[in-house]
């Protein structure tokens, strides 16, 4: 018989939700004079239907997985980092800051590449720790903090892109001066995406699992944002561990931005994070912060958006019901696990 | 137990729900052989039919593709393409910058208009120079066209040496001059202001000739004195408002009004410059406005609008697409004046003026005159000419060459206004 706290009892309401995202979808599209079955055809194409468009999609899962790899740890904390936009632009403007000032120095490009990457997460970690440092010291809640910041990581984005960093006679909303080829991370030939980021991808996320799965810095964690006063009795120093997972989430973002710039757009412009912290939370969110399900999940949220691209090409579509979809799902998710813990709790009652 | 069996029930419900969705997933696992399979061959298939063989181009436009500006000029041109060239079909994507779509590239979605047939790729914004010759360099076959562009152009400062690779621009130096003429027959305080975007050296170029046209029809015209004329240039930073970044074109228009300027005349592709026009008017004073871009610009704001000088793409996109349909396309740069037996012309002319409501019949007629100046020949861009700091631009008979009207480094002497962006 199936007990109700059986992972098949689980794993059927996330059906359920899958089901439920699907049909709400269609209705969607139904309503706006769209075929579905030509949508979801065309988004499959437009994701898997060549070597290009695979390429293409696994340019756009590497920092979006990284942004979920950091989220893990910021919500295993019990934080809501809404301000990891900021930490990916702030991990971007600083990996621009280090090419910019050694592009014309005698160090070697891979060195520069490398430096680059490294102030990428130093970007990140500091913007994070300002979230931080104001949840823990100053009583703001990291939602409103986070929020602020990513309102000033963008400001300062498009100053620098239009004042000291804008292009010679001009400032272009297409960014400042791209960087010299050999300042790009090595792409594959004839595609765009690169087997040096998918690779920080991977570790990224594998180490996030070790942290949460097989240490103890990890377990103290999950304590601390299961039941922080609980753990602050017990003495585990609950402002350091906070701070550590913003630390550490900043660092990811951080990463995840200096990909951005490394591999991807090769210069900095006006919305270098892409959106992809805000699609990292609902990827976060709609695997129960699982760090296991992290890649599979970020992977088809990339490919949602890599393929959408066709909708608006074939049927006028406008691209965003990716977005639609993507959004159903979480929110169906975390209905039907609110529906099935109510029941869950009666039965117990 | 009652419950379980509930669950239980809904849980094949749910399998019943998801075996009727599969019909969709079959179509949807066929697929990935299918565009390999029927989308490529599909155009050799309609080459075989003896009707007119499909020819796909495609557009990546910066903005909307019904902006009632600059992206939307572009869309009908393509438009205009489709109904002349048998078999040309467009396909496009617009709201084509980082901002609308995040995490991609022009590069990257023009190959998705290349995978889906595309045979020329036409980029239509000045923002994707770095994208086009991107994708120019990484597909040297495909036909590749960029406008407001100098890439291609030998005696510019940015040639790069690509293959299939063209320009296209219209001279829209000659629509200012008729819009600054506009505005400088209808102004009564004579003060025009003019409305800019970011500067560059187009947009220099543009506001200038704004302002000779201004100046030459206020003496030539209306019989002033030029040094009475003020023309005033206030840049917002970008093509429309971003708010917090750029200054809000509404402010900078209701600026210019509530301090005597009469006539503000848009350099930036949306329309505040006529809406705030058509406000300050409902409140009883003297306000005219010359929009951009768009050929039914003035719609949006009628009883103050003097016209518009626009873009028309369609003939211009339609001998490319010709020449790439013949086998005949090359690396080319074209900056196209106006047809001037007919500057309205939509089958002839790239750059036209419409004329507006509130023009009055009076300045019509020397408009019209003026008009027919510039198809004789007269040329403004001929010295003496000063620079902005009063450095010689152009001396007394000099004719101002293509580079240095393109590049223009200043504005002209006799405009206020920022020349060259903060350091």
Redesign the interface.
Same mark, same amino acid.
């Given at each position: 018989? !199936?007990n109700k706290t059986s992972p098949v009892?689980k794993f059927?309401f996330q059906? !359920?939700a899958i089901?439920g995202a !699907?049909?709400f979808t269609t209705v969607v599209m139904l309503l706006a004079k769209a075929p579905?079955?030509e949508a979801?055809?065309l988004i499959?194409?437009?994701s898997?239907?060549?070597v290009?468009?695979i390429s293409?999609v696994i340019v756009?899962w590497i920092p979006l997985l990284l942004a979920t790899s950091g989220l893990l740890l910021t919500f295993a904390a019990g934080l809501w980092n809404i301000g990891i936009e900021g930490q990916i632009t702030l991990g971007a403007i600083f990996t621009t800051l280090a090419l910019r000032l050694l592009q014309d120095s005698a160090l070697s490009p891979a060195l520069i590449i490398i430096i680059g990457f490294l102030s990428g997460i130093l970007g990140g970690m500091i913007w994070a720790s300002l979230t931080g440092l104001l949840k823990i010291y100053g009583g703001v809640n990291e939602i409103f903090g986070g929020l602020g910041l990513n309102f000033v990581a963008t400001?300062l984005t498009?100053?620098l892109i239009?004042?000291p960093w804008?292009r010679p006679?001009?400032?272009?909303?297409?960014?400042t001066v791209?960087f010299d080829n050999l300042l790009w991370l090595p792409q594959v030939e004839g595609l765009?995406m690169s087997w040096w980021s998918l690779g920080i991808g991977l570790i990224g996320i594998v180490v996030v699992f070790l942290i949460l799965q097989g240490t103890y810095f990890g377990l103290r964690l999950k304590a601390v944002g299961k039941n922080g006063r609980a753990a602050f009795i017990i003495g585990i120093p609950t402002g350091k561990y906070m701070m550590s997972a913003f630390f550490i989430c900043g660092a990811f973002a951080g990463l995840a931005g200096a990909t951005q710039v490394l591999a991807?757009?090769h210069?900095l /412009?006006?919305? /270098?994070?892409?959106?992809?912290g805000f699609l990292g939370l609902m990827v976060a969110m709609l695997i129960n912060y699982q760090a296991l399900w992290a890649a599979p999940v970020a992977l088809f949220f990339a490919a949602l958006?890599i393929g959408s691209?066709?909708l608006?090409?074939?049927l006028k579509l406008d691209?965003t019901l990716s977005g639609v979809l993507q959004g159903a799902l979480v929110l169906f998710v975390l209905m039907m696990d609110g529906v099935r813990r109510r !029941?869950t709790a009666k039965?117990v009652n | 137990m009652k419950r379980l069996w509930f669950f239980a029930s809904l849980m094949l419900v749910a399998v019943m729900l998801l075996a009727a969705c599969k019909p969709a997933a079959p179509t949807a696992t066929d697929v990935p052989a299918a565009p390999a399979a029927t989308d490529v061959p599909a155009a050799p298939a309609a080459t075989d039919v003896p009707a007119p063989a499909e020819f796909i181009f495609g557009m990546l436009l910066v903005g909307p593709y019904n902006d009632h500006g600059y992206s939307q000029a572009h869309y009908e041109g393509g438009l205009y393409v489709e109904e002349n060239l048998p078999g040309a079909k467009m396909i496009y994507i617009d709201k084509v910058n980082s901002a609308d779509r995040p995490g991609t590239t022009p590069a990257q979605l023009a190959e998705d208009l290349v995978s889906k047939g595309a045979k020329l790729i036409i980029f239509n914004s000045d923002d994707m120079k770095d994208s086009a010759v991107e994708f120019a360099q990484a597909h040297p076959d495909v036909a590749t066209i960029h406008a407001s562009g100098d890439t291609s152009w030998k005696d510019g400062m940015n040639y790069v040496d690509m293959p299939l690779f063209g320009n296209s621009f219209g001279r829209m130096e000659y629509g200012k001059m008729i819009a600054g003429c506009a505005a400088a027959l209808t102004t009564k305080s004579g003060q025009v202001g003019y409305l800019g975007p970011l500067i560059n050296d187009e947009t220099r170029r543009l506001a200038s000739s704004a302002f000779l046209g201004a100046k030459y029809c206020f003496e030539n015209y209306a019989g002033k004195s030029a040094a009475d004329l003020k023309f005033k240039v206030t840049w917002i930073g970008f093509w429309f408002n971003i708010p917090g970044f750029t200054s809000d074109p509404t402010q900078v228009a209701d600026d210019f009004l509530n301090s005597g300027y009469d006539v503000v005349i848009s350099g930036i592709d949306t329309t505040e410059g006529l809406v705030q026009a058509g406000k300050a008017k409902a409140a009883g004073k003297d306000a005219w406005a010359v929009p951009y871009d768009y050929v039914a610009a003035c719609e949006e704001g009628k009883d103050v609008c003097l016209g518009v000088p626009y873009f028309n793409w369609g003939p211009v996109y339609l001998k490319q697409a010709q020449a790439v349909k013949d086998g005949a396309f090359a690396s080319y740069f074209e900056w196209l004046a106006p047809d001037w037996t007919d500057i309205n012309n939509k089958d002839t002319s790239p750059v036209g003026f419409q004329k507006g409501a509130a023009l009055s019949a009076e300045a019509a007629t020397s408009l019209d005159a003026f008009i027919a100046e510039l198809a004789g020949g007269l040329n403004l861009w001929t010295g003496p000419l000063n620079l902005q700091d009063g450095s010689a631009y152009l001396a007394d008979g000099e004719v101002g060459t293509d580079v240095q009207v393109w590049y223009l480094p200043q504005l002209l002497e006799g405009m206020e206004g920022q020349s060259v962006s903060a350091q």
């Open positions: 018989m !199936l009892y059927g059906i !359920l089901v !699907l049909i579905p079955l979801y055809r499959v194409i437009g898997v239907g060549s290009g468009k293409d756009a400001a498009i100053w239009f004042g804008k006679g001009v400032g272009s909303m297409s960014g791209p765009r991807v757009y210069r /412009i006006p919305s /270098i994070s892409s959106g992809y958006n691209i066709q608006p090409i074939v691209s !029941l039965k | -």
